[in-house]
């Protein structure tokens, strides 16, 4: 209440604010936030598509673990327009370009990096095409090896972000270098905030509906730094740290995913600005500790739709963008300032009551749950009523302003009018976009969505979610290995009785010397999948035995994906494979050059197999798993294909994570350039 009362009281007096492009009347600008946003969402793009390419022979290519070509079927409809309404994959086209499957892959990756560095480096290169291209282009990724290898949340949000890039993006074709501030601009940006609301929200009030004792207990911090999937070498010693600080941790997670998003839509631009900040820090410090690909950075992307143009720095500001600083009356700073005493007294007296923080003597600071489970399903109904009536609430004031704006103060009938036509379709997209943005956030109150949100809404919902434009999230969601954690060996070997020798991979754990690596924003797709196999069994995991298939068989494109294999497996593949379950640790104290150590016995996750065991056979006939060599284009082939081998043969052997900084660093060094350089000679690299 006192929140919705501030955005009635802002709307009465806030007159003063900051005013871009003379001539056009009061416009609190976020052109360059905008053009930050586009940026980075051209930077994760980059990322994303150059990290998936390097291991998509292993993953899906011919002699991969799971095929693509095995999976992909074009839909049956009567029309070609509605085949591609149905499943708009654009490898449906590799045949008519006469590219094999995993050519179109590589096609589209590639394709793929180029947008996203041309439209990362150059403003010009920034519009809704580039971007609604971009978007369809890791979506037919994404339909193609969403199982098991891109069904990951960072990779739904990804999805969801680019969609809605393409709408924050100019209309205007690309090389076009205006850059004149739209009316409709804020309506588009509030549609990434809301994404970012959604996804903190959701992510920690799921944490306590799930139950979860350490969640509940405050203990999940000491068991998460250990126990998540790819730690950082910062997470050894962040697994020291006194117990005590891991509970103030889980407090501070519940604070900032929970209670600071509603400060995104205050009506005081300190506290959007605070809230904003808060989130970057939350994940700069996670990238501290943990690999966790580009999920960080594109959340960090998504906080700058906090920010207005003059809460940057200069060096940030796009180049013919002027700014001229508010001048609010007494009354204003005053209310201001009184409600952000109020709001911050009111967060901390809440925070100590409900988590029962105390200090001892000894200067530590205590910290438990008050309320029960209970009391928390009741303040969660409350909550998502709150988040959607402060959501429909912030949005159509920032519709009433575009509106006002374009009647009031455009110049010219023909301005006006245009600027109005345009404000009324981003009005009637951001309302669609929200709509179906609210029945995720919805369904948190666990009961039938048909009680919770319209009947049409949910209809829209439902029919749009193949695309994945409005997902739901819930990030640790329950945290995992807390009686140790759970590491698959696989082992091979030329007889069944042994002796065994393991293989290593690139990036988890499993050799006990091997440091925790930093791979990120490379995401090691098989080495997490390893890490979900530990927490479940082969039996709910099929692709394991076709990546033991795989090994069996010596196939070069998957062990790519992992380290050498053993000495005397080399130049052949072993005759028997096995995985066992280890539970790992780390190591208590500096051990000479060991991280990890092995807790108690291994128990057998998949039992010794042969190539020609009738298992093995089955499993191969059943996901045709071939293993001839990929063919060579041949002499007559197009100059596409050709072209896409010779891409290929000449990253052979280069790591993930070494091509996805060779492909970041450049571009980022050119847009330092502007940076630190304002008067960089090329315009066409300004922001």
């Given at each position: 209440?006192?929140?919705?009362?501030?955005?009635?009281?802002?709307?009465?007096?806030?007159?003063?604010?900051?005013?871009?492009?003379?001539g056009r009347g009061s416009l609190r600008l976020v052109e360059s936030s905008r053009q930050i946003f586009?940026?980075?969402?051209?930077?994760?793009?980059?990322?994303?598509?150059?990290?998936?390419?390097?291991?998509?022979?292993?993953?899906?290519?011919?002699?991969?673990?799971?095929?693509?070509?095995?999976?992909?079927?074009?839909?049956?409809?009567?029309?070609?327009?509605?085949?591609?309404?149905?499943?708009?994959?654009?490898?449906?086209?590799?045949?008519?370009?006469?590219?094999?499957?995993?050519?179109?892959?590589?096609?589209?990756?590639?394709?793929?990096?180029?947008?996203?560095?041309?439209?990362?480096?150059?403003?010009?290169?920034?519009?809704?095409?580039?971007?609604?291209?971009?978007?369809?282009?890791?979506?037919?990724?994404?339909?193609?090896?969403?199982?098991?290898?891109?069904?990951?949340?960072?990779?739904?949000?990804?999805?969801?972000?680019?969609?809605?890039?393409?709408?924050?993006?100019?209309?205007?074709?690309?090389?076009?270098?205006?850059?004149?501030?739209?009316?409709?601009?804020?309506?588009?940006?509030?549609?990434?905030?809301?994404?970012?609301?959604?996804?903190?929200?959701?992510?920690?009030?799921?944490?306590?509906?799930?139950?979860?004792?350490?969640?509940?207990?405050?203990?999940?911090?000491?068991?998460?730094?250990?126990?998540?999937?790819?730690?950082?070498?910062?997470?050894?010693?962040?697994?020291?740290?006194?117990?005590?600080?891991?509970?103030?941790?889980?407090?501070?997670?519940?604070?900032?995913?929970?209670?600071l998003p509603f400060l995104f839509f205050s009506p005081v631009r300190s506290q959007r600005k605070l809230?904003?900040?808060?989130?970057?820090?939350?994940?700069?410090?996670?990238?501290?500790?943990?690999?966790?690909?580009?999920?960080?950075?594109?959340?960090?992307?998504?906080?700058?739709?906090?920010?207005?143009?003059?809460?940057?720095?200069?060096?940030?500001?796009?180049?013919?963008?002027?700014?001229?600083?508010?001048?609010?009356?007494?009354?204003?700073?005053?209310?201001?300032?009184?409600?952000?005493?109020?709001?911050?007294?009111?967060i901390a007296y809440w925070t100590v009551r409900l988590f029962d923080l105390q200090l001892t003597p000894?200067?530590?600071?205590?910290?438990?749950?008050?309320?029960?489970?209970?009391?928390?399903?009741?303040?969660?109904?409350?909550?998502?009523?709150?988040?959607?009536?402060?959501?429909?609430?912030?949005?159509?004031?920032?519709?009433?302003?575009?509106?006002?704006?374009?009647?009031?103060?455009?110049?010219?009938?023909?301005?006006?009018?245009?600027?109005?036509?345009?404000?009324?379709?981003?009005?009637?997209?951001?309302?669609?976009?929200?709509?179906?943005?609210?029945?995720?956030?919805?369904?948190?109150?666990?009961?039938?969505?048909?009680?919770?949100?319209?009947?049409?809404?949910?209809?829209?919902?439902?029919?749009?979610?193949?695309?994945?434009?409005?997902?739901?999230?819930?990030?640790?969601?329950?945290?995992?290995?807390?009686?140790?954690?759970?590491?698959?060996?696989?082992?091979?070997?030329?007889?069944?009785?042994?002796?065994?020798?393991?293989?290593?991979?690139?990036?988890?754990?499993?050799?006990?010397?091997?440091?925790?690596?930093?791979?990120?924003?490379?995401?090691?797709?098989?080495?997490?999948?390893?890490?979900?196999?530990?927490?479940?069994?082969?039996?709910?995991?099929?692709?394991?035995?076709?990546?033991?298939?795989?090994?069996?068989?010596?196939?070069?494109?998957?062990?790519?994906?992992?380290?050498?294999?053993?000495?005397?497996?080399?130049?052949?593949?072993?005759?028997?494979?096995?995985?066992?379950?280890?539970?790992?640790?780390?190591?208590?104290?500096?051990?000479?050059?060991?991280?990890?150590?092995?807790?108690?016995?291994?128990?057998?996750?998949?039992?010794?197999?042969?190539?020609?065991?009738?298992?093995?056979?089955?499993?191969?006939?059943?996901?045709?798993?071939?293993?001839?060599?990929?063919?060579?284009?041949?002499?007559?082939?197009?100059?596409?294909?050709?072209?896409?081998?010779?891409?290929?043969?000449?990253?052979?052997?280069?790591?993930?994570?070494?091509?996805?900084?060779?492909?970041?660093?450049?571009?980022?060094?050119?847009?330092?350039?502007?940076?630190?350089?304002?008067?960089?000679?090329?315009?066409?690299?300004?922001?």
């Amino acid at each position: 209440i006192l929140l919705l009362n501030s955005v009635m009281v802002a709307a009465a007096v806030g007159k003063g604010e900051s005013v871009g492009q003379s001539g056009r009347g009061s416009l609190r600008l976020v052109e360059s936030s905008r053009q930050i946003f586009l940026s980075g969402i051209s930077l994760v793009f980059t990322i994303a598509f150059t990290s998936f390419y390097m291991q998509a022979p292993g993953l899906v290519g011919r002699n991969g673990i799971t095929p693509a070509m095995n999976v992909i079927e074009r839909p049956q409809a009567k029309t070609e327009l509605a085949k591609w309404v149905n499943n708009p994959n654009l490898l449906y086209l590799s045949k008519q370009f006469g590219l094999s499957v995993d050519e179109g892959l590589d096609v589209v990756c590639i394709i793929g990096i180029v947008l996203g560095v041309l439209s990362f480096a150059s403003r010009i290169m920034r519009g809704s095409v580039v971007y609604f291209l971009m978007y369809t282009l890791y979506y037919s990724l994404f339909q193609s090896a969403s199982r098991p290898w891109l069904g990951f949340q960072w990779d739904l949000l990804l999805l969801e972000a680019g969609f809605l890039a393409a709408l924050v993006a100019p209309l205007n074709i690309p090389l076009s270098l205006s850059l004149r501030a739209k009316r409709h601009d804020r309506i588009a940006m509030f549609l990434v905030k809301w994404v970012l609301f959604k996804l903190m929200f959701m992510s920690g009030i799921v944490k306590l509906q799930s139950r979860c004792e350490t969640w509940w207990g405050l203990t999940a911090m000491n068991y998460h730094y250990e126990t998540q999937c790819i730690p950082t070498p910062l997470a050894w010693f962040a697994h020291k740290q006194p117990s005590w600080v891991s509970h103030l941790s889980v407090v501070g997670v519940y604070l900032i995913e929970i209670v600071l998003p509603f400060l995104f839509f205050s009506p005081v631009r300190s506290q959007r600005k605070l809230a904003g900040w808060v989130q970057i820090l939350l994940m700069l410090t996670i990238m501290l500790t943990g690999n966790y690909t580009f999920f960080n950075l594109l959340t960090c992307v998504l906080a700058v739709s906090c920010f207005e143009d003059r809460d940057l720095p200069s060096a940030l500001q796009s180049h013919d963008v002027t700014l001229v600083e508010e001048n609010p009356g007494k009354l204003v700073v005053y209310s201001r300032r009184a409600f952000s005493v109020f709001l911050y007294t009111g967060i901390a007296y809440w925070t100590v009551r409900l988590f029962d923080l105390q200090l001892t003597p000894d200067y530590v600071i205590k910290s438990r749950i008050t309320f029960t489970q209970a009391q928390f399903t009741q303040f969660t109904h409350v909550a998502v009523i709150l988040a959607v009536v402060v959501g429909c609430v912030a949005l159509l004031w920032e519709v009433v302003n575009a509106i006002y704006g374009s009647l009031v103060l455009e110049k010219g009938v023909g301005g006006k009018v245009f600027s109005l036509i345009q404000t009324l379709v981003f009005t009637v997209i951001g309302v669609v976009m929200f709509s179906l943005s609210v029945v995720p956030i919805a369904d948190l109150t666990q009961r039938d969505i048909s009680d919770v949100t319209p009947q049409f809404v949910t209809s829209l919902y439902q029919d749009t979610y193949y695309y994945h434009i409005a997902n739901s999230y819930g990030l640790f969601r329950r945290m995992t290995g807390v009686d140790g954690r759970p590491e698959v060996v696989i082992e091979g070997s030329d007889s069944p009785d042994g002796p065994w020798a393991e293989y290593h991979f690139l990036y988890k754990p499993g050799n006990e010397t091997q440091p925790p690596p930093w791979v990120a924003p490379h995401q090691p797709r098989l080495d997490w999948q390893m890490w979900f196999a530990a927490l479940s069994s082969p039996e709910f995991q099929p692709w394991f035995d076709s990546l033991l298939y795989r090994l069996l068989n010596g196939q070069p494109e998957v062990l790519a994906l992992l380290n050498q294999p053993p000495d005397q497996f080399r130049s052949r593949p072993p005759k028997h494979v096995r995985a066992m379950l280890y539970k790992y640790a780390f190591t208590t104290a500096p051990s000479g050059a060991d991280w990890w150590r092995r807790v108690g016995k291994p128990s057998v996750y998949r039992k010794p197999v042969a190539v020609s065991s009738k298992d093995m056979l089955n499993h191969a006939r059943q996901h045709k798993l071939d293993t001839k060599p990929v063919p060579r284009p041949a002499e007559n082939a197009g100059f596409l294909p050709k072209l896409v081998h010779q891409i290929r043969r000449s990253v052979i052997g280069v790591s993930g994570e070494a091509l996805c900084w060779s492909v970041v660093i450049p571009i980022v060094a050119m847009k330092a350039g502007r940076v630190f350089l304002p008067k960089y000679p090329l315009h066409c690299f300004y922001l």
